[in-house]
Each structure stands twice: as C-alpha cells, then as structure tokens.
C-alpha cells in the first residue's frame, strides 16, 4: 500500500467552538460548517497544505459513521505536529495557540535531538506539537 494522506478527522464535542478555536484562534481557512442539512452530516474542512485537509467532526458522528461506540477521550493516542522554520516561530505559534484558548502542556525549548519544541492541546484535548527541526524544514 502506498500511503496518500490527504484528510485527517479529529472528532470534536462541540463543532462550533473547534471551528472558532481553528479558524478565529489559530487562523485556519475554512468556508464553515457545512452538511448541516444531513443527520450526522455537519463537518468542517480546513486547508492545511497543498494535497492534505483538517476536518472537524462531531464525535459522536464519527463514532456513528464508523459503527463504533463513543469512548471517553485519551490525549495520549496521539498527535499532531507543525513544523515551522525557527525557535521563534516555534514560539509565535505556541503564544497563538495559548490566547486561543489551547493549554500549553510542555512549554516550548531546547529538545534532546538538536531542535525546539513544545505541546499544546486544543480544546477538545488533541494534541498538537510545535516544532523546529532542523533536519525536516518546511519546504515553503
């Protein structure tokens, strides 16, 4: 199988509070909510990069839609990581996710393999890291 990554789905308990979070807080695109119309239906696409999207999900549809029971949350399953170009980018970033509304978890710094980072949740507990590595730059 070769991987093509092109939506990731995070599932969220309130679809209008994650859009604000996303799109007034973080500054995300998005065209909104949209499905509404559809039992289980209401989503929000948010464009990442080119070939890759954010989608916001009501948990329970998600958990509907995959025919499997809605579980209590666990940060620890996994994360998401940004990339960025500097230790002061690492840092513009983490004070954005803050006066969004995200908790800091591991305030950003120096990290064990030669790069910068730190970790913050959104508010539905997803964890997000941000990162300056020095041997995986963005290509922008």
Same mark, same amino acid.
């Given at each position: 199988?070769?991987?093509?990554?092109?939506?990731?789905?995070?599932?969220?308990?309130?679809?209008?509070?994650?859009?604000?979070?996303?799109?007034?807080?973080?500054?995300?695109?998005?065209?909104?909510?949209?499905?509404?119309?559809?039992? *289980?239906?209401? @989503? %929000?696409?948010?464009?990442?990069? +080119?070939?890759?999207?954010?989608?916001?999900?009501?948990? =329970? #549809?998600? &958990?509907? *839609?995959?025919? @499997? %029971?809605?579980?209590?949350?666990? +940060?620890?399953?996994?994360?998401?990581?940004?990339?960025? =170009? #500097?230790? &002061?980018?690492?840092?513009? @970033?983490?004070?954005?996710?803050?006066?969004?509304?995200?908790?800091?978890?591991?305030?950003?710094?120096?990290?064990?393999?030669?790069?910068?980072?730190?970790?913050?949740?959104?508010?539905?507990?997803?964890?997000?890291?941000?990162?300056?590595?020095?041997?995986?730059?963005?290509?922008?």
């Amino acid at each position: 199988m070769r991987p093509r990554v092109s939506l990731i789905t995070l599932g969220v308990d309130d679809l209008d509070a994650a859009v604000r979070f996303y799109r007034d807080g973080l500054g995300f695109a998005t065209e909104g909510i949209v499905g509404e119309e559809f039992e *289980d239906g209401a @989503v %929000a696409f948010f464009d990442l990069q +080119p070939g890759l999207k954010l989608a916001l999900w009501p948990r =329970r #549809s998600l &958990a509907k *839609d995959s025919n @499997v %029971a809605v579980t209590p949350r666990s +940060p620890s399953e996994f994360m998401l990581a940004h990339n960025v =170009r #500097s230790e &002061a980018e690492v840092d513009r @970033v983490m004070a954005t996710a803050a006066a969004a509304g995200a908790v800091v978890t591991k305030p950003a710094q120096k990290a064990f393999w030669g790069g910068y980072t730190g970790v913050f949740q959104d508010p539905d507990g997803h964890l997000w890291e941000v990162a300056y590595n020095p041997q995986l730059l963005p290509d922008d």
